[in-house]
Structure formats: structure tokens, C-alpha cells
């Protein structure tokens, strides 16, 4: 199986850091990799889509890239209202999922 | 708007079964694949299956495989998953998804089940 190796797994930012979560690939992924936020007992909300495409509604300080095993999420100045855990996620031709372990960030 | 609401969840013993439902709205269920997916308490997201739009090809984890089964019903936009011999360790909030196909983008409140005796 693929494993998707997600850091780190919390972080403590202040209001407008910018902040930087990592996901690696332990297989080429192409840009098949996505990121959801979770906020405390709410469903998981897609942020991005195919590593560096942002949903519909989505605010522009989220931001994705990467390619093949590296991937980065940012949010280029951090709002109160984006405490919650983030997840990667990816898919390949084997038409399976799988998420990253999760990064929780909170408000320092 | 797209909605999703989870049912079935409930508590159940060890190697017992249960079948949870997604009732889907505000869209055309029959264009779109749909997931399930779950999570344990205080725990991170695990895909558990996913049903293609017409229902013909459903794909599983490895950790359900052979114990769970994935359908779907188009004429009444209705979701599935079948569990037999459930675990300890199945306890989660099962999430159903709408799919652009392999990325889930809309999810419902999920549906609780425990697995214990």
C-alpha cells in the first residue's frame, strides 16, 4: 500500500503566519492528492483538489502544490476561523484512497 | 444544495452486522460516485469503499474487504454499506461522500457505530 506520511501532526501559529503543511508519497502520485479541513465535530470540507486547485468558495489563502511524492498545503496568513485539522488525501489508478494522519493547528 | 444524511448506526456486539444507509438530495445521485468513510474517536479519516455512479464497480480498503459491501440503490438516491462480522476496531463515525469520482467533496454528518459487548 501506498502510505501517505503527513507533518507535522500539530503546529501553533499566530493570527496572519503563514503557515505549511507537508505530505509525502511513498509512490509517485502524480497530482492526484487533495486536502480537506475538519473543524471539531463537522464533516471533513474539501480545500483543494488535484494538489494546487481550490474549491469552489473556497478563501485564496489556501494554496496547494506539489507533484509526484512531494506535496505542500499553506495558508498564507492564518485566521482565527482555520483552526481545525488538516488531512491530505490521495487516489491512484488502483481506485483507492487514502488520507495522511492529519495536522492539527491551533492558535499560539 | 447538496445533502446527505447517515443512518443505521447503532451499537452492535462483536461479530454481529449492520447495514448503514445515506440518503442523498439536491443533486443527480446517479451521475456520481459515492464513498464511505470513517472515523475512529479522536482519530484520523480511513476510506472505506467507494461505488462507481452506475453501481457496477465498487472498490474496497484492504481492512474491510470481504466483510463490508458497497451499493447503491440510483431509483431511490440511496447509499449503502453491508457489515458483517464487524470488529473493535470498525468503531467509528461513518461519513457517505459524493465523489467527482476519486475525491470526495460533499459529505454528510456521519452515522456512529460501536462495536461492543
Known amino acids: 500500500d501506498i502510505q501517505m506520511t503527513q507533518s507535522p501532526s500539530s503546529l501553533s501559529a499566530s493570527i496572519g503566519d503563514r503557515v505549511t503543511i507537508t505530505c509525502q508519497a511513498s509512490?509517485?502520485?502524480?497530482?492526484?492528492l487533495n486536502w480537506y479541513q475538519q473543524k471539531p465535530g463537522k464533516a471533513p470540507k474539501l480545500l483543494i483538489y488535484d494538489a494546487s486547485n481550490l474549491e469552489a468558495g473556497v478563501p485564496s489563502r489556501f494554496s496547494g502544490s506539489g507533484s509526484g511524492t512531494d506535496f505542500t498545503f499553506t495558508i498564507s496568513s492564518l485566521q482565527p476561523e482555520d483552526i481545525a485539522t488538516y488531512y491530505c488525501q490521495r487516489y491512484d489508478n488502483s481506485f483507492r484512497l487514502s488520507f495522511g494522519g492529519g495536522t492539527k493547528v491551533e492558535i499560539k | 444544495q447538496v445533502q446527505l444524511v447517515e443512518s443505521g448506526g447503532g451499537v452492535v456486539q462483536p461479530g454481529g452486522s449492520l447495514r448503514l444507509s445515506c440518503a442523498a438530495s439536491?443533486?443527480?445521485?446517479?451521475?456520481?460516485?459515492m464513498h464511505w468513510v470513517r472515523q475512529a474517536p479522536g482519530k484520523g479519516l480511513e476510506w472505506v469503499a467507494v461505488v462507481w455512479s452506475d453501481g457496477n464497480d465498487k472498490y474496497y480498503a484492504d481492512s474491510v474487504k470481504g466483510r463490508f459491501t458497497i451499493s447503491r440503490d440510483n431509483s431511490k438516491n440511496m447509499l449503502y454499506l453491508q457489515m458483517i462480522s464487524l470488529r473493535a476496531d470498525d468503531t467509528a463515525l461513518y461519513y457517505c461522500a459524493r465523489g467527482y469520482i476519486l475525491t470526495p467533496n460533499n459529505w454528510g454528518q456521519g452515522t456512529l457505530v460501536i462495536v461492543s459487548s
Open positions: 439536491g443533486f443527480t445521485f446517479s451521475h456520481y460516485a
Open positions: 509512490q509517485d502520485s502524480k497530482n492526484y
